[in-house]
């Protein structure tokens, strides 16, 4: 189907990573914690280590009080276990899957309270770069900021929202309103910038790069902004939409977009790297 056509058989013609061998119709399967080798306990904790060195200062606080509580620092966390932790904060549920899956599937499960997180993990040659999202960025990058009730609640909203917006051809914009925000997110604290973004929060170079360095832009959340603009998926960004605290994306992304979607199918989209006159890019 179009899933296999565009996704499962990637355009250079190579398969998509992960076994699909056993899914049920949601794509879930078990994430058979026992087949994991002691290497790869042990190269997860390598993954581990080395981020949570940089956690400090830089995660926004829910990252860090969630990780905490997760307590998935000594190997490939058992789904079912932490499941439950998340089920009793927010009312989420992991589910496994095998790697990426449909649009349609993600979203569904996204509007029904349950984020899909891959069993395999990548191989040691990869500890800095993966294409795909493997067990160690989907875990460790999203699942601690799903105890956030407001975030949480964001989620379910933008699944909800997606599977509209498949029907109105806006699915391009609401990808990069995900890009921007649950994967390369940024927000304001009163110690200063943080990292709410998974895509950044699971990655050893771009944690520091984003608040540091000062040559990609940092620009105020803007819904119609973020829409518009495109992203890279190779590089760091060049650039960064910081949010106020979690209630402001919550209450952004709440309208109806349908208006939104015609709006902006009018205009032109924004190369990775704009920065249009009368914005600011904030300091650091
Ligand atoms: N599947 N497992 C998985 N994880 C994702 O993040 C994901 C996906 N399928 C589709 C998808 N993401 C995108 O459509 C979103 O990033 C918008
Ligand atoms: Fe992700």
Redesign the pocket.
């Given at each position: 189907d179009d899933f296999f056509a565009t996704v499962a058989e990637k355009s250079d013609g190579a398969k998509l990573r992960g076994d699909y061998s056993k899914i049920d119709a949601q794509y879930v399967v078990a994430q058979d914690w026992d087949a994991y080798t002691p290497e790869q306990h042990a190269l997860w904790r390598r993954l581990y280590q080395r981020q949570a060195k940089l956690i400090p200062g830089r995660a926004c606080d829910v990252f860090i009080e969630s990780l905490e509580l997760l307590n998935i620092g000594d190997g490939i966390p058992k789904f079912e276990e932490s499941s439950e932790l998340l089920f009793k904060a927010t009312g989420w549920r992991l589910v496994a899957?095998p790697?990426?899956?449909?649009?349609h599937?993600?979203?569904e499960h996204l509007a029904n309270r349950r984020f899909?997180v891959?069993v395999w993990l990548r191989d040691p040659e990869e500890f800095d770069y993966i294409v795909e999202?493997d067990v160690f960025h989907?875990f460790f990058g999203h699942v601690p900021l799903l105890f956030n009730p407001i975030f949480a609640d964001h989620l379910q909203e933008y699944g909800k929202g997606?599977l509209k917006a498949m029907k109105l051809d806006g699915l391009s914009m609401?990808?990069r309103l995900?890009?921007y925000t649950v994967?390369f997110g940024l927000i304001q604290s009163p110690e200063g910038l943080r990292v709410y973004g998974a895509g950044i929060l699971s990655s050893g170079g771009e944690i520091e790069y984003c608040l540091s360095n000062p040559a990609p832009l940092r620009l105020p959340f803007n819904v119609e902004r973020v829409m518009r603009t495109l992203y890279k998926i190779d590089s760091y960004q060049e650039t960064y939409f910081v949010i106020n605290d979690f209630q402001q994306l919550f209450n952004d992304t709440a309208p109806d977009f349908t208006p939104i979607y015609q709006k902006l199918k009018a205009l032109e989209t924004l190369p990775a790297n704009a920065l249009l006159s009368g914005e600011s890019n904030l300091a650091v």
């Open positions: 899957v790697g990426l899956v449909p649009d599937t993600f979203f899909p891959t999202p989907d997606a609401l990808a995900y890009w994967e």
